[in-house]
Structure formats: C-alpha cells, structure tokens
C-alpha cells in the first residue's frame, strides 16, 4: 500500500501548527552489504531490519567501523545495497534505475555530514538554492526558499558570504539548511556535529531537532554524541553484522573473555560477590 501525503498517520495525528513536512514511512529488510576489497570478499551488513514511521526521530550509535555510515549512505539511495529490500512509502527503490534513484534522492532525501561538503564558490544562498534549482524550481522562488530556512537558521546576515567566510558552526548550519529547503521525507544525518565544538554542536542539535519538529521529516542521526543521542526519542545501537538493537540494550560480551577485578586478578566466577549480585527478578536490560 502507498501512504500518501494526505493519509499519513503522522499528519493526521499531528496538531493544528505542528509539522507541515510529511515523513517518509521506510522499511528495510533483510538488507546487506559486502564489498569486494583486493580480490576479498568484505561483508559489514548482514541482516538489516529497520522500520520507521513517517515523522520518526531516531538516532544510531554503535562501535567505530560497525558499519553506521554504510548503512546510512545506502538508506540515502547514494550506494546500493548486494541483498535485501528498501521501500520508501511501500515502493522498493531498489528497482528504480540509475536516472529515476537520482530524481528521487534530490527530492526525497536531504544529507547532512560531519564535514559540509558546501561548494566553496557560491555563498550561503546560492548553497542552499542548489536543491530547488536541480529540481527546476524558478530561481526567484528557490532564492525566496533558501532566505526563509537562512532566516531559521539565524544567518540572514550572511547571506552573501562564501563558506570560507564563515565559522565552523555557521557552515554547518548552511548545510542543514540546504538538507531542509526542500524540506525531505527523509533527513539523514552522520555524525553532523562531530566537527564542532560541545557548545555550537549543543545549539545545531537543538536547531535540528526544533527544524525537524516542525517540519515533520522523518529523522535518522548517526551519532557518537551522547548528548545527541540522548535527545533523540527513539536511541538504537548498531552491533557488528549491521544488527540494530535498543541502545539501552546490554551490550554484547565475550564468553571467553576472563572477568579481572578492580585490582586487576581474575575474578573467579564460581563464587559471585553476594552483594553485588542482581536480584533474580532484574530487568534483562530493558530491551523496547
Ligand atoms: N568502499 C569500501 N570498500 C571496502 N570496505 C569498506 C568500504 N567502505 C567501508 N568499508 C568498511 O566497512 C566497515 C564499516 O565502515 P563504516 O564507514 O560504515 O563504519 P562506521 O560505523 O560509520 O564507523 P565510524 O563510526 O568510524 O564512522 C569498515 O570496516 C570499513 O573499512
Ligand atoms: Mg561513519
């Protein structure tokens, strides 16, 4: 079935001056990745499962070369996936062809990255018009778009200036801009703040979130920023084979792996610390 603007949950749940934007509804599954690296086989995705409703605010954390940004890059249609399903609003687009992948990206999907990728010749404006004037919207309306998300950004004084010409947080928040000015179905972010300093990436964290809010994309942040994390209704933890779990899930332990106490003896394990062991009736770690 294909959700409409008109029908998502999302929209009809949502108050009257909440989000105007309308998610996307995403499915994946049983998605995986293998890369062919010096005549070897590498595979990092092995069995992806993941649903969001339209509006969703997740964030993903997981181990450095866990497979994060792969995953990411391919729920941006900008890598494809060796196996599995990627269905936006009910429609795979994993059988869309090169040009028709390109055409729904543009207008589907908005980017941000830990470093800008801005284009360094053109200003603050011209960045954020680049979306509307590929998907051949007048210039007058793209540049009348590209002023309104600067203004919410806080930079309708810059306007003019070029990327080198302006600090590391306001060339972040260009590049959020130029994400949101179509404003997507799907908002992916890796790692956006992870170039800035706490109190600058504090402030892009709430502008993304307050952006996101009231324009209803649906949102997924690769992050190793706690905060962020934290912030995000719905945390998930990416372990190795690509598996997504709940962040407040234990985390995964090797059996073998010997117990050394705080002065660094083994622990012997037949004889637990009575004090320290959980009641029999504890949570298993809280798995949503
Ligand atoms: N094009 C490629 N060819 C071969 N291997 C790749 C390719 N791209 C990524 N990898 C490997 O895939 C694994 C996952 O990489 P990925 O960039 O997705 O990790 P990540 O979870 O985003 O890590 P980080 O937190 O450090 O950004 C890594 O081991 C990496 O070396
Ligand atoms: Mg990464």
Do not use: W
């Amino acid at each position: 079935m294909t959700i409409t603007a008109a029908s998502t949950p999302y929209r009809d749940a949502a108050p009257a001056g909440a989000p105007r934007g309308v998610g996307a509804r995403v499915d994946v599954e049983g998605l995986a990745k293998t890369y062919l690296h010096g005549g070897q086989r590498l595979t990092v995705l092995k069995n992806v499962n993941l649903h969001l409703d339209p509006g969703d605010m997740v964030a993903v954390v997981g181990a450095s070369g866990v497979g994060k940004s792969t995953f990411l890059q391919i729920l941006g249609t900008l890598d494809l996936p060796s196996e599995g399903r990627l269905a936006f609003n009910g429609q795979d687009i994993t059988l869309f062809g090169a040009a028709q992948l390109a055409e729904f990206r543009n207008k589907t999907i908005g980017f941000v990255f830990q470093f800008h990728h801005l284009l360094p010749e053109f200003t603050a404006e011209e960045n954020v018009m680049m979306p509307a004037l590929i998907q051949r919207m007048p210039r007058a309306q793209a540049r009348k778009s590209a002023r309104e998300i600067l203004g919410r950004v806080g930079l309708s004084h810059r306007l003019t200036h070029k990327p080198s010409e302006l600090s590391g947080g306001e060339q972040q928040r260009v590049a959020l801009a130029r994400a949101m000015v179509l404003e997507p179905a799907l908002l992916l972010a890796d790692e956006p703040t992870g170039n800035l300093d706490r109190k600058t990436g504090e402030e892009i964290h709430r502008l993304f979130l307050d952006l996101n809010r009231e324009r209803g994309s649906t949102l997924l942040v690769v992050t190793h920023n706690p905060e962020l994390a934290a912030m995000m209704p719905r945390c998930l933890r990416m372990e190795d084979g690509g598996v997504l779990v709940p962040a407040n899930s234990p985390m995964p332990t090797p059996a073998d792996e010997p117990v050394i106490a705080p002065d660094g003896a083994p622990v012997d394990e037949a004889a637990p610390d009575v004090a320290d062991a959980p009641a029999a009736d504890a949570p298993d770690g809280g798995v949503a």
